[in-house]
């Protein structure tokens, strides 16, 4: 088993100013995102321009990833190149406007990769607004290894969405999942992480026991897990750099459902015996462990708020699974959910202004979400089986995994925007269940 991708420490220089906007500022065109139905932006994509022969394949890649990108996000509509009546044949020669506009492409994105004495690959870009014939912003330039193209297509990706949007991106950023093979009454498990649009699979641990719920830390440096290793449930750390585990301590039982606070400095989960589990943290640094809850209900599935001020969980003390908020040091609880049928799975938004969870109603699985007083409830999907929200770094779109009915049936993963929009399958190399989306790579 290789190290994972973080053990490589990819450093891509990014620099701005040395490709000049026309006039410096940003243009006018910008996308307003509503909660109805979004008319995707017309958009041109050329392929980068080589400026190299060994950038040639390069370059072609680099565009292809930037369009899927930008298309799968449901915000942009790609034109045709078959459409296009100007070429970009020379990065620095400038645009003739008008052969863009005139087959209605409201923005233009252009590139040029090429190669270094030293064997790097340098690749720069520009977005363009045809009707205002401006440049939106400056122009930017990443420079790494031939090995790192695909991290500087998502980086030109997210700049290109950031500035067309005003949201940031996400698309520099990863998916760890749990990867699953065999038949569905004897699946084999194991920890997997892969950028955020399928590709780069890598696997994190063996599949001699049963793992679930893989949580990234703030930086990505570690992911918290349950495995089945000793027999009972418990919670282990993994260090993405070196793939070494260790079982988190001081808590007796079954520990479970880990999630780090925003800062990393703590750990919130669950921890019981068998028929009662409650709410606990625990400080990295010092090892103290704090009890928050004390039921007999079970509470589990815990999620810190961005600001790590309250806690939102799971729990059926009212006689039925429901979600409900409370201090981050304990205390008072006041549940959140009133609708008909049972809530699990709450994680807050990373924009600290939604909480996204599952909905069993009337038979079948929802994901959804609510603002975090439980107002504005709003279920995005619908099957026999949908779990495992978590939120894009943008708060812009929730990943989740989906299983199918029957004896033959299988989890996949998915995502969906937040207004229920543009749901997408996530290719991966076998089954998948229980993703946890990164922050945005450094």
């Not at 067309?164 to 999942?177: P, Q, W």
């Not at 089945?228 to 520990?255: A, H, N, Q, W």
């Amino acid at each position: 088993m290789g190290k994972l991708f973080l053990a490589a420490a990819i450093a891509l220089a990014m620099t701005s100013g040395n490709l000049h906007a026309q006039d410096g500022r940003p243009g006018p065109l910008r996308i307003e995102i509503t909660e109805g139905v979004i008319e995707p932006l017309p958009i041109a994509l050329p392929a980068f321009v080589a400026e190299t022969t060994e950038a040639a394949q390069i370059a072609q890649d680099i565009s292809s990833v930037i369009a899927a990108n930008l298309t799968g996000s449901g915000l942009f509509r790609e034109i045709p190149p078959s459409a296009y009546i100007g070429r970009i044949e020379d990065f620095n020669k400038p645009v003739a406007y008008t052969d863009w506009t005139v087959i209605n492409a409201q923005a233009l994105v252009t590139g040029a990769a090429s190669t270094t004495s030293d064997g790097r690959i340098v690749v720069k870009f520009r977005l363009h607004d045809t009707f205002a014939q401006t440049e939106l912003g400056e122009g930017q330039q990443f420079v790494g290894t031939p090995a790192d193209w695909r991290r500087m297509a998502h980086k030109v990706s997210d700049q290109v969405y950031e500035r067309l949007t005003g949201e940031r991106g996400y698309f520099d950023s990863k998916i760890v999942f749990v990867s699953e093979t065999g038949t569905k009454d004897a699946r084999r498990k194991r920890l997997a992480v892969m950028d955020q649009d399928g590709a780069n699979v890598q696997f994190l641990t063996g599949d001699d026991s049963i793992v679930f719920s893989p949580r990234w830390s703030p930086d990505n440096s570690q992911i918290v897990y349950t495995s089945y290793e000793t027999g009972t449930p418990r919670v282990f750390i993994l260090d993405t750099r070196t793939l070494e585990k260790r079982p988190l301590s001081g808590v007796e039982g079954f520990t479970s459902a880990p999630r780090f606070s925003s800062d990393g400095r703590n750990l919130v989960f669950a921890a019981g015996r068998a028929g009662n589990s409650d709410i606990y943290t625990l400080d990295l640094a010092s090892g103290a462990v704090t009890q928050l809850t004390d039921s007999s209900a079970i509470e589990t599935e815990p999620s810190f708020s961005p600001d790590n001020s309250q806690i939102v969980f799971e729990s059926d003390r009212a006689g039925t699974q429901q979600l409900y908020v409370m201090p981050a040091t304990g205390g008072e609880a006041t549940r959140i959910s009133f609708g008909d049928g049972r809530y699990g799975a709450p994680v807050w938004s990373p924009r600290a202004d939604l909480v996204a969870f599952t909905k069993i109603v009337n038979g079948a699985f929802h994901i959804g979400v609510m603002r975090t007083d439980g107002s504005e409830e709003r279920l995005l999907t619908r099957s026999f089986l949908d779990e495992g929200p978590t939120w894009a770094p943008n708060g812009r779109v929730i990943a989740f995994y989906r299983e199918t009915a029957g004896s033959t049936g299988a989890p996949g993963l998915f995502t969906v925007d937040i207004t229920g929009r543009n749901l997408r399958r996530l290719p991966t190399p076998s089954f998948a269940s229980d993703p946890s989306w990164s922050a945005l790579l450094p």
